[in-house]
């Protein structure tokens, strides 16, 4: 489903991503782990061409682009490999002028070209599947932090990607609205779902992740199951990580 090789991005003269090579299979769950500065956000971003890499080749299915520092993509491009992910981002990212049911609407009428009321019939179901059922007419304001996330699943899902993205989709919550989102997330991994998640929850990457990535200074340092990279693992940086965020 996923394959990256040797995957490149600078910002400036600081090299962020330095070679990045991964696979993840379809209807899996990737959780990449690291410290901040690490360069997981970069290479969720640089998946759904948030940021365009400088090198390398990314492969979603069967569409691939090849990278090169002197070769620019047309917003074609762009546009036909990005349909293929929904990102679901750290701060919600909703429109605030637009009620729940609305805001995942606007990306099927806008992008996908579906009429309103087949877009409704689509929120109102992705709505209910996140729990948020009676939720449908109100406004982001109104909306709890937790509620906010799921409505920002739902509108991901309803674009029908193969992938979803998740960018730290619990980090800007209250401690007790964590779990209500994390809740989702581990119903759409035991359906089937390919996610590609960036999480400093480590209790959710042992409780779901199909394989835990850990990357430091932009490189893949180890990668391996949950009872591989938390219980089993020998790698001294990988250690002095877990180490320092509780997990060990």
């Not at 002028?97 to 992705?126: C, D, F, S």
């Not at 619990?170 to 998640?197: C, F, H, I, Q, Y």
């Not at 430091?216 to 391996?224: I, P, T, Y």
Request: glycine share 8%; charged share 25%; hydrophobic share 40%.
């Amino acid at each position: 489903m996923i394959n990256i090789k040797n995957l490149h991005k600078k910002f400036n003269d600081l090299e962020v991503l330095k070679g990045i090579d991964l696979t993840v299979d379809k209807g899996k769950t990737a959780v990449i782990i690291g410290p901040s500065g690490s360069g997981k956000t970069t290479l969720l971003r640089c998946l759904n061409l948030l940021e365009i890499p400088d090198r390398g080749t990314i492969s979603l299915g069967e569409n691939s682009i090849e990278f090169q520092e002197k070769k620019k993509l047309s917003s074609s491009e762009i546009i036909s490999f990005r349909k293929q992910t929904g990102m679901v981002f750290q701060n919600y990212n909703l429109f605030p002028h637009y009620t729940a049911l609305e805001n995942v609407m606007e990306g099927q009428v806008t992008v996908l070209k579906k009429t309103k009321a087949e877009a409704r019939t689509i929120a109102h179901r992705l709505l209910d599947k996140v729990g948020l059922k009676d939720k449908a007419d109100m406004y982001p304001h109104q909306l709890s932090g937790g509620q906010q996330q799921r409505v920002g699943i739902a509108r991901a899902m309803a674009m029908g990607p193969n992938v979803l993205l998740f960018d730290e989709p619990t980090s800007a919550l209250d401690p007790e609205l964590v779990g209500e989102v994390l809740k989702v997330m581990k119903e759409l991994s035991e359906e089937g779902m390919t996610m590609v998640v960036v999480t400093h929850e480590m209790q959710f990457a042992r409780d779901v992740a199909d394989e835990v990535i850990f990357m430091d200074n932009g490189v893949v340092v180890e990668r391996g199951t949950p009872d591989n990279v938390f219980n089993k693992t020998e790698n001294q940086r990988t250690l002095q990580f877990l180490n320092k965020v509780g997990a060990r």
